[in-house]
């Protein structure tokens, strides 16, 4: 048997798995490490050879044809209204086609996601687990706040309430783990991954400023205000307002505990957030913007 890896590449040892949002922080991540391992690995995601798209279920089939497992990632967010039909809709048809490992990436504290959890067990497949994470230190050098630490001010509403970070690094090792590893290890079990500690944003902030050595401010917001400059730069107005309600929901203190699921799955504490904050300074992708 031979396995595609959506690049034109085969693999003769190991089963070809699919990671939805392939190219995303988590998904990249899983699938650079799925690599290293010699597995085949199918990038799911609009612009790749097999082309999936959540929207089109039409594209899901060719995406699972001839996989044996699949890392689950669903954009634009797992707690977001029709994500849990999604998500059930396309596990149900996994395990029609075989596949026998599902593991989803889903968010603390949502009650969306916490539907799709729920939607990808019921699918049945033989060994289906959950990678549920609190927020990306990525989203600071990868996501919304990239820019912002570039102009030197980020501007959130979230100012007294702390977080545990979390290393999309880690996320994509426990990921594989549960891909790869004993699958009684895994199998029906919610997998709740977090940083060593949590940080508020403005400390979060000012641990990026002086790995970067020059000032970055916090600027705190109302949710009205974050939501109105997301339209202003050019996001739909329903996708800020769900965004935004999704931040006013989890952002309230019930995400604040730290947990022991790096270590429990890998032997290893998470990396914390300083950690993060020096090795991407270091890259200079914070560098300031002209």
Known sequence: ?????GNGNEN????????LGGTGKSGRRVAERLRARGAGVRIGSRGTETPFDW????????????????YVAYSPDVGFPGASEAVGAFAELAVREG?????????RGEPGARRSEEALFAAGAPAASVVRASFFAQNFSEGFFADMVRSGAVAFPAEGVPEPFIDAGDIADVAVEALTGDPARHAGRVHEVT?????TFPEAVAEVSAAVGREIAYVPLAFEAFRDG???????PEFAARLTELFGEILDGRN???TGGVRDV????????SEYAKRTAATGVWAPSS
């Open 99 to 107: 596949v026998q490992r599902l593991v989803l990436l889903s968010g």
């Open 266 to 273: 890998l032997g290893r504490e998470a990396a914390d957030f």
């Open 1 to 5: 048997m031979t396995n595609d890896d």
């Open 195 to 199: 940083g060593p500690r949590a940080l």
């Open 12 to 19: 003769t040892r190991t089963g070809t798995v699919l990671v």
């Open 55 to 70: 929207e089109r279920p039409e594209t899901w089939p060719a995406a699972v044809s001839g996989v044996r497992s699949a």
């Open 230 to 236: 997301m339209v202003g730069q050019g996001a739909p």
């Open 256 to 258: 604040s505990a730290a």
